[in-house]
């Protein structure tokens, strides 16, 4: 044999070897990736409820709350101790609650010893008092945002939202559910007893390493984190025993990436009722509802005296490739609440005909239409920078966003204030999810959303509001852009250079 044969030979062989290996690798990152806890959880933790948050009513009709955001400990597994963010408790916080018409005031204490924020997602309110990265709260301040509840009732919540901290501090556990009223929604039969037929269900998925939090990325997944299991209002593996007929669950993904696909074990059909900003129209029977992180969604399911079922998050191949899918979670499964119907239930009256009316407006007054290109390095080619106003609306107008996801990546898209009509999904009609007022949607891989909204908040020329991808480590990474209301014909103001509120 030649000598130039051996080295090809031995060449080939190398480069054979290689392919392998990379091959190899590629294969078990592939499946390494899959996740799946159906079938396997026991369901042997009652499901906590977070308690209603106390609140002083003022002589001028305020209704006052105080949180403190805090480090704790807590055992979410039998004899671990877990390091822990809350409010007013060791992990995630109370859930506050407000009808429309009234005053409300918030002392927010931060005790964490760093600066954070707190956001009221998917609450009408002046800028100031948004909560976003321009109201930073000092350690040991106390930031005392206060505003008059105007909008329909709705399941809302609330997190901090420092720049390029935010996937941090909500998943070490600062959320809760802040849930409007109205007087319309009071005269409807609906499960309203909250804790009993009323359920809120905060879902979150986690990953331990020992006693604490592994909130480290994935190999190959610019997603984000994504967790190896659920829990649910901080419970691990929970059930809840239910004594009636109907149960209505108000969901809400607080995880920072993960996007689920609910239904029930046994595909039974539920009534969606309300979304982001409210009650829908009339409920809408399906069996699957698709949620990105920080979207609501509330349904009513049905159940017979004895039976359980179980909430699980299916997989949903429609993120974009089958690569993208796999490594952005979309093959995962979870099985997340189990509901244990009681022996003898409490009658439950028929879901009303109609529901709620739409707020938000249909397209047809906008005034002006804007573009927002969606990638993980910025929205329309731009990161995010404190000091820039990258939009100015003119206060009282309604305009239509066109959004397009332009990779394959999946993103997502909130508006701060505001509640918007999704009017279409790559030129057609949206599913019926989407038909509600939304403030947060999902926006796959290379897919265009139209959003109608209006701006009828005050103008502050100074004070931006945000909106970004609520997938927590892209709007960490800069996917996020800021907006002023003015007054017509006005311009947009100088935005003060970010100073932490450092108040008593
Ligand atoms: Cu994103």
Redesign the pocket.
């Known amino acids: 044999m030649s000598r130039l044969k051996r080295v090809l030979i031995l060449l080939t062989t190398m480069v054979v070897a290689i392919c392998l290996a990379l091959g190899g690798g590629f294969l078990w990152l592939y499946s390494d990736a899959k996740v799946s806890t159906v079938g396997s959880t026991d369901f042997n933790n009652e499901l906590k409820v977070p308690p209603l948050a106390k609140s002083v009513v003022k002589r001028d009709g305020t209704r006052v709350f105080d949180l403190t955001m805090r480090a704790g400990k807590k055992e979410f597994r039998a004899g671990q101790k877990t390091s822990t963010w809350g409010f007013n408790g060791d992990y995630l916080g109370p859930t506050l609650r407000a009808a429309r018409g009234e005053k409300v005031q918030a002392k927010i204490k931060n005790s964490l010893g760093e600066e954070s924020t707190v956001h009221w997602h998917g609450m009408h309110l002046p800028a100031e008092m948004d909560g976003g990265p321009h109201q930073m709260v000092a350690p040991g301040a106390t930031w005392t945002p206060h505003w008059t509840v105007n909008q329909p009732a709705a399941t809302l919540w609330y997190h901090p939202h420092p720049h390029g901290k935010t996937e941090k501090h909500v998943q070490r556990g600062l959320a809760g559910m802040f849930l409007l009223d109205d007087e319309k929604s009071g005269r409807l039969a609906l499960p309203k007893k909250y804790g009993v037929d009323d359920l809120p269900v905060i879902v979150q998925d986690v990953k331990f390493d020992g006693a604490e939090f592994d909130h480290g990325h994935k190999l190959m997944s610019d997603t984000g984190f994504l967790g190896n299991r659920t829990m649910v209002n901080g419970t691990l593996d929970p059930y809840k025993e239910v004594g009636d007929e109907l149960v209505r669950l108000r969901l809400l993904n607080a995880s920072t990436a993960r996007i689920y696909d609910f239904g029930f074990s046994d595909a039974r059909d539920f009534a969606l009722i309300g979304t982001d900003g409210g009650l829908l129209e009339k409920a809408t029977r399906m069996d699957r509802i698709r949620m990105s992180p920080g979207e609501r969604a509330e349904i009513v399911v049905r159940m017979k005296p004895g039976e359980r079922t179980t909430l699980r998050s299916f997989p949903n191949d429609s993120y974009a490739d089958s690569w993208s899918t796999r490594f952005a979670g979309g093959d995962d499964s979870f099985d997340v609440l189990q509901l244990r119907a009681k022996k003898t239930l409490r009658d439950s009256p028929e879901l009303p005909a109609a529901l709620g009316e739409l707020e938000v407006p249909d397209g047809s007054d906008s005034v002006r239409g804007r573009f927002f290109g969606?990638l993980?390095s910025g929205i329309n080619g731009k990161k995010m920078e404190m000091g820039r106003i990258d939009e100015t609306v003119t206060r009282g107008t309604a305009e239509t966003w066109t959004v397009r996801n332009e990779h394959s990546?999946?993103?997502?898209f909130h508006i701060h204030d505001v509640q918007f009509r999704v009017l279409e999904v790559d030129g057609k009609e949206p599913p019926a999810e989407l038909r509600g007022a939304k403030d947060t949607v999902f926006v796959p891989g290379n897919t265009t959303v139209k959003l109608a909204m209006r701006f009828d908040g005050p103008a502050d020329p100074d004070t931006p509001y945000m909106y970004h991808?609520h997938?927590l480590f892209?709007e960490d990474l800069g996917?996020m852009g800021q907006f002023v209301v003015v007054e017509k014909g006005r311009k947009a103001g100088k935005v003060h250079a970010p100073h932490a509120h450092t108040g008593p």
């Not at 990546?409 to 997502?412: F, L, Q, R, V, W």
Request: aromatic share 0%; net charge neutral; charged share 0%.
């Open positions: 969606l993980t990546t999946p993103h997502n991808c997938l892209h996917m």
